[in-house]
Nanobody, 124 residues
Framework: QLQASGGGLVQAGGSLRLSCAAS????????IGWFRQGPGKEREFVAA????????YYADSVKGRFTISRDNAKTTVFLQMNSLKPEDTAVYYC???????????????????WGQGTLVTVSS
């Protein structure tokens, strides 16, 4: 199970850190990702990494502003969001994929475990 938290209301230019706690340590091959769904929009990819790898993946819209990381001692994944913009307003979801190949990392269909979302609202 995955549980996301850390959402809230922030002014444009501000920062938030989201957390995604897993009920057990992901198997090394798992991919952990963050997606978001804005009002009236489709769910879209934000960031991801493979649990046993160093490489990270980001949507172009968040590159340079968002950072995905993990706590090696625990089973928590973070999404540090800086320089937030009103268009970042969305419900943010964390997800895990047990058999996600690289080409499917940005696709929600590549993930088979989802947590509940946490709302991020960025005011202008």
């Amino acid at each position: 199970q995955l549980q996301a938290s850390g959402g809230g209301l922030v002014q444009a230019g501000g920062s938030l850190r989201l957390s995604c706690a897993a009920s057990e340590r992901p198997v090394s091959r798992f991919v952990i990702g963050w997606f978001r769904q804005g009002p009236g929009k489709e769910r879209e990819f934000v960031a991801a990494f493979r649990w046993n790898g160093a490489r990270t993946y980001y949507a172009d819209s968040v590159k340079g502003r968002f950072t995905i990381s993990r706590d090696n001692a625990k089973t928590t994944v973070f999404l540090q969001m800086n320089s937030l913009k009103p268009e970042d307003t969305a419900v943010y979801y964390c997800a895990a994929g047990s058999r996600t190949i690289v080409s499917r990392i940005p696709l929600k269909e590549g993930y088979n475990y989802w947590g509940q979302g946490t709302l991020v609202t960025v005011s202008s």
